[in-house]
């Protein structure tokens, strides 16, 4: 394939890791690879486990594209000192990216960058390189960083949800809503099993958000609650683990084994063959937390409409702007009579026919990106 341009993703994550963010980084290198630009992901060597080597990185994502990967080492007490880890996270962070952008990035590169992280889109707006900031929520700093450059005309923005966007007052050419994407190719074998009886509900992601319950704990209390729902199955799969054993116990307690299932974390593929015979997907989340409450964009709704599957959600902001939200069945946060409801209206719905899976995917997502980079 002809190389249309060059991409550097420089950023402040780790990898290999099992969070959500370093696999939406590598899954838009994957897509951006797959349209034919050339990609180098230069990132710290903060963690016990990080890892430049290429192939590792490849085998822990599941990916076969080719790319570059640099890792930089990180002599700083992030992910070094485990006390006062956010206070730490930022002066590593703010020095690592300085240093980078200073010493390590040549003044002649013309390259496209693309990044998560604040100090990094700081650094390289100032200096004149060409930069798209992918914002996923909000913060103090971010904002500041943010407002500092978003005048120039070397940077663009990527925003996950259009409360992110308003929250920054961007409305110029250099800036657009993407939401997340579909890694297909992690499905399509799944789709071609999909049984025409479909029953039960899934939950699909990490079990804690942000060190804080996501809710699932409310959704085992509904169907012990409710004998409507105990005639339905329910598959709960996600990490971490230790938290997957304490619902296991909370299940076993409350005598729902027959009910309710906890996978811990399972492979994408693996995934795939459980959405597979699953009816409801749901998304539920926390609203002590902004980020959940307003800015989301959850990876597991798109996967949910991929695989066919209806919706219920918890009526939140972040839920309500999300792509054909008008055909979610909302729930009110912790209210167990609005949760049954909604699953009896969602088993009551058809299947939308006028469903464009690619508009979902990561490979339109990464046409998008380069559109914009363009």
């Not at 579909?182 to 479909?198: G, Q, W």
């Not at 063959?273 to 959940?292: D, M, R």
């Amino acid at each position: 394939m002809k190389i249309q341009q060059q991409i550097c993703y420089l950023t402040y994550q780790s990898f290999p890791a099992e969070t959500a963010n370093s696999l939406q980084t590598i899954s838009n290198i994957k897509y951006l690879v797959k349209n034919g630009v050339d990609v180098e992901l230069i990132f710290p060597l903060r963690e016990n486990s990080s890892n430049a080597s290429v192939k590792k990185i490849k085998e822990h994502y599941s990916i076969k594209e080719d790319f570059h990967v640099t890792g930089i080492k990180h002599f700083l007490p992030f992910g070094r000192i485990l006390i006062f880890e956010s206070f730490f996270f930022h002066i590593s962070h703010f020095l690592w990216s300085y240093f980078v952008v200073t010493f390590k990035i040549k003044k002649t590169d013309e390259r496209q960058f693309i990044t998560r992280s604040d100090w990094i889109l700081y650094f390289l707006a100032r200096k004149g390189y060409k930069v798209l900031f992918e914002c996923h929520q909000t913060s103090k700093i971010r904002t500041f960083v943010i407002n500092k450059s978003k005048n120039f005309q070397n940077v663009k923005f990527i925003f996950l949800n259009e409360h992110l966007q308003n929250y920054y007052n961007m409305t110029g050419n250099n800036a657009q809503v993407l939401h997340n994407g579909v890694d297909t190719e992690m499905f399509n074998t799944s789709i071609s099993k999909l049984e025409n009886k479909r029953e039960g509900l899934i939950f699909v992601g990490n079990l804690r958000r942000f060190n804080e319950s996501r809710g699932i704990d409310f959704i085992i209390d509904a169907f012990k609650a409710s004998k409507f729902l105990q005639g339905h199955k329910l598959s709960i799969i996600g990490g971490p683990d230790e938290e997957a054993q304490k619902l296991r116990v909370k299940i076993r307690e409350l005598k729902l084994q027959e009910n309710i299932t906890v996978s811990g974390r399972l492979k994408r593929s693996e995934i795939g063959e459980v959405y597979a015979n699953s009816n409801i997907g749901i998304l539920v989340n926390s609203s002590s937390n902004q980020h959940s409450y307003r800015y989301t964009s959850p990876l597991k709704y798109f996967e949910y409409l991929y695989m066919g599957l209806k919706v219920i959600g918890v009526d939140f902001p972040s839920h309500r702007a999300l792509p054909r939200s008008n055909e979610i069945n909302f729930f009110q946060e912790n209210d167990i009579s609005s949760f049954e409801t909604a699953v009896k209206q969602a088993l009551e719905k058809n299947q939308p026919v006028d469903l464009n899976k690619e508009d979902f995917s990561l490979n339109t997502r990464a046409k998008k990106i380069i559109g914009l980079l363009n």
